[in-house]
């Protein structure tokens, strides 16, 4: 079937690492998407890009990381610079309408 | 940054009410998007609207692109406990950047039975 799908579902990390958040997609699309969501709120950009070997900050990119290597494939990376992680992150792709993957939810412990 | 304005931000109703949101932005949009996210999960697409004036429905939800390109409507009737959520919306504000896609904050909904 096709989809988009994050891994993992939940992911703990400690203090002063790097995590990196998978985001995989067979719908063929070219832009894919980074968001943050915080509890009680909406979604904000962290990073897109919109076809291989290239991407754009988004309005909170500090703290993050990415890479497109393959158009299926938008790893996050959420690095030691990034003061407060603990959130929910959502990946989507987009080819007229955007879909989302099932979220990873992050907690620094 | 967002240039949606989503409003109510939260909505709190008697099972069997209908409910009405909005999103409204201050440039003109050529697609708007409604999607709703249960607890923990990631939104799923509600509707999707491609012209001006249209009026989509998909079961007891309809929502219309408004004539202005600036705006839109999601509309839900007779609701039900399962309609509890976090609904989105989402526009394209440019025809030349078919990637450029921003969301409003949300209208969190609360069905009581």
């Known amino acids: 079937d096709g989809g988009i799908t994050q891994s993992p579902k939940y992911l703990f990390r400690k203090e002063g690492q790097n995590v990196t958040l998978s985001c995989e997609q067979n719908l063929n699309h070219d832009a894919m998407y980074w968001y943050r969501q915080d509890p009680g709120q909406g979604l904000r950009l962290i990073y897109y890009s919109q076809i291989v070997n290239d991407f754009q900050k988004g309005d909170i990119a500090e703290g993050y990381s990415v890479s497109r290597e393959k158009k299926e494939s938008f790893p996050l990376t959420v690095t030691s610079a990034q003061k407060n992680p603990t959130a929910f992150y959502l990946c989507?792709?987009?080819?007229?309408?955007?879909?989302f993957g099932q979220g990873t939810r992050l907690t620094v412990v | 940054g967002q240039q949606l304005n989503q409003s109510p931000q939260s909505m709190f109703i008697q099972e069997g009410e209908d409910v009405s949101m909005n999103c409204t932005s201050s440039s003109i949009f050529n697609t708007w998007l409604w999607y709703k996210q249960d607890p923990g999960e990631g939104p799923v697409l509600l509707i999707a609207?491609?012209?001006?004036?249209e009026l989509t429905s998909n079961g007891r939800l309809t929502a219309q692109f408004g004539i202005t390109r600036k705006d839109s409507f999601l509309n839900i009737s007779a609701s039900i406990p399962s309609d509890v959520g976090i609904y989105f919306c989402a526009g394209r504000p440019s025809l030349n950047n078919n990637n450029d896609m921003r969301f409003g904050a949300g209208t969190r909904l609360t069905v009581k039975p």
């Open positions: 609207l491609y012209k001006a004036g």
């Open positions: 989507a792709s987009h080819g007229g309408s955007a879909f």
